[in-house]
Structures are given as structure tokens and as C-alpha cells.
């Protein structure tokens, strides 16, 4: 997954992977050309030079150090120089050791395009440092070739051999392009040069995208932004570009030059992943969903939607601690429907159902947010009242009661009435001795004749 790496951790990084990096860079076909064809041995001397000159390189890149700094330079540029390496092949091996580095981070998910063009930058005054350093050192060897006196044309062709370019005149028409160029685009020479730049313009592409381009370079300003273009079969590539414009000596622009990296796999990578985080996130949802309908079923009466017996006998414990901790009254009120075995063998378990869900929505509109209201089984309900003594609670147990005995229910023609039970925790109370005092207080009501609120009396 590509990733922002801080600097820290990409110097760690390269040290892992400092012998992957050369090893891949010594690997690589064009670099052992350059050593084939100027015989240069792979002897234990020439060997550890080029090591020392990667670990220079690296350091360079994760902002260790500067080629000022870098002391083995003109060793390995003098070793190059024994051999009759060109100034060419010098750009080939420093843009292949940059090659290397780029593919190991890319295959570990830390090249961001602001890395790929700190490295480009860094790499670029780096050839920069070693042209000028091995024009010295070739000018004072006897066999000094000719070839090796124009450096910029020698960077030109080594830009040429690694990228892909092409050249515009002022209006657009292209003038040249390399083979890089032929190859992703899958024209030929001659069926672009002549031809206006847009030939490979990918229809999907902004119209905004071309005007900021065209109005930065008209303005003598180099652009820089990633084009999706079409190639010949109507498939399409990504590329990473930068147009230069090019000025006589009068200041005027007589062309552009456009340099590019094919980023089209990276490009699709990050759109893979992009789908593929957003399937993550679409499943996570999901899972999220699934999982808070599992807790509510786990905690809730599948009937009524209230705390079930299971949850409230949780907090109650809870509350029973606190309270004694915080020394604040605590009361449990119970409660059941009077006579509710009649209304399911009058009107069917269907309509005892209905009765029950009104019955619980009735009450939890008329209780204190901080009660916690539970379903303890059938028609038996449990209000336990944190910071309420006896009387709060019978309070509020009448209270419900005369709303209760004055609704109107669904199926029953006449009113429903409920009994109640209360008590208040003393010191020595648990879960089970509260319980029973509220229990035996409602069973002072059903014996009292129902439809009345009776207080725990030891």
C-alpha cells in the first residue's frame, strides 16, 4: 500500500534493504553491458568500490548526507575512468543504481510521487556533481576521447534512454519523439511527428487540465502533472509529465520539450486499492451493523425492546455497589398486569402481545431518565430508581398506576390495572434480599386485592 514514509523511517528502510538495492542495481542488463564492454573485472577491489558508491548514493537519498560529502566519488569516477567508461554509460549506471532503489521501495509500498520527484531531484544534482568531476578527471587522462567532451549532450542521451520525450513546436506539432515514446504510445515515428500533441489525447481528460497546461508554459513556465493519455489501439496509459519550454537568446519560446515516467501501473495500484479500501469499508459497515443488532438482541426483550432480565440483573449489581459506595438511597419497584392470564385466554397470546408493547411504552414515557426499566418475565416488570428512597419510588409506582388504570388498551373492553411492589436497599441488601422485600411487597398487593402500590414492611 503506498504510503507517506517520514525520513526516519526511510533511512531505516534503506539500510534494511541496502544489499536487495545492490544486488539489483549489479543485476541489471545495461549495467553489466557497461562492465562488459569496457572490461571492467568484478574483482574484489572493483566490487567494493561500487558498494561504497551505493551506500554514498543512499545516503544522498535519505538526506544523510550531500555529494559534496561524499568522499569515495572521485575514487569510483577514476576507477571509470581506468576503463574507458563514458560519460554516458556513467549517467546509464547512476540512473539504473536510481532505478533499483525506486523498485524496492515501490514493492514495499513507500513510493509517493513527492518521494519519486525528491529522489529525481536529488539524483539529478548528483550526475550534475559527477559530470563535472569526471570532465576533470578525463581531461587530465592521455586518453582523453572526444566523445566525453560534450557532458550536456551526453545527459541528453541518457534522459533520452530512460524516458520518454518528445518535442513540440510552439503551437503544438510534434517535432521528435524516442523510441520510449513509439513504444508506450504504439505509433510510429512517422505517423506522429507533423502531427498536433493531442493525437494521444485521452478523450476522459479535463478540458481545465490542457488550459492550466497551455497557459503555464505560454507563460515561459515549466508544468508538471499526471496525463492519462490513449495510444494507438485506443487503450490508455499514465504518465507522470513535465514540459519544459525551450527560449532563444531573445527570451521567445521556439519549442517544448516534454519528459515522462509511465506511472500507468502505479496508477492502477492505487485505484485497486482505493476499490479495495472502500469494499473494506462498505464490509466494515456491515460487520458494525451486524454487530450493534447482535448487542441490542443480547441485551433488549426481544418483545418490548427494554432491557431484558439478563441486562438488568448486570446493572443492578452495578447499582447496588454504587450505591452502598457513594452511601445514596437506592428502591426496586415491581410490578405485573393484573389478571393478565385472562386477557391471553380471552383474547388470544397475539393480543397479550399488543398489550404489553403499549403497557411498556406507557411507562418508559413517564419514568426518570436515570430508571433503569426491565421486562422480568411475562407480564412482571422491575423499575430500579437510583437516588430514590421509599417514598420517591412510591410516588412514582402510584403514579403509573392511575395512568395505567385510565388507558385505553387495544382488545380489552375494560381498563387493565397493575399491582406493585417496592422496596429500598438497606446496608445489609444484595441483589437477592432487595429482589425478595419488592417481591413480598407485591405479593402484600395481589393479596390486598390488585391494583394498588404496597411498600416492603419487614
Known sequence: MIKIINSEEFSYFLRVHRNEIIKRWMNKSEVQNVLHRHSLPAIEKNTHLFYEFCDCYISIIEWRSTISECQVKIDFLQLLNNYNVTTADLFTLIT?????????????????????????????EMANDLAVN?????????NY????SNLLAEYKKAVDLSNIVSKTNPKGVITYVN??????SGYTRDEL?????????????????????????KAKKSWNGIVTNMRKDGGQYIVDTTIIPILDVDGDVVEYIAIRHDITELEETKQQLKNINKAMKQKVDELYSMT??????????NLTGINNRENFEDIFAIEIANAKQNNVPLSLIIFDVD??????DTYGHQAGDVILIDLVNLV????????????????????????????????LAENLRKIAQTHTFSYVDKNMTLSFGIAQMSIEDDKKTLFEKADAALYEAKKNGRNRVEMYNA
Open 134 to 142: 569526471f570532465e576533470s578527471i578525463i581531461g587530465s587522462n592521455k
Open 339 to 344: 389478571n393478565f392470564k385472562l386477557v391471553n
Open 364 to 395: 418508559a414515557s413517564n419514568i426518570k431518565n436515570g430508571d433503569i426499566f426491565a421486562r422480568w418475565g411475562g407480564e412482571e416488570f422491575v423499575i430500579l430508581t437510583p437516588s430514590t428512597e421509599m417514598n420517591g419510588a412510591r410516588n
Open 292 to 301: 450493534n443488532t447482535l448487542e441490542q438482541k443480547a441485551y433488549r426483550d
Open 179 to 184: 523510441d520510449k515514446f513509439c513504444e508506450i
Open 145 to 148: 576521447k572526444s566523445e566525453n
Open 96 to 124: 539504473k543504481l536510481k532505478n533499483a532503489i525506486e523498485s524496492v521501495i515501490f514493492e514495499n509500498g513507500n513510493l509517493s510521487y513527492a518521494l519519486q520527484s525528491e529522489i529525481d531531484a536529488l539524483t539529478l
Open 193 to 217: 511527428v507533423g502531427k498536433p500533441h493531442n493525437i494521444i489525447r485521452h478523450p476522459d481528460m479535463q478540458r481545465e487540465t490542457f488550459k492550466n497546461l497551455w497557459d503555464t508554459i
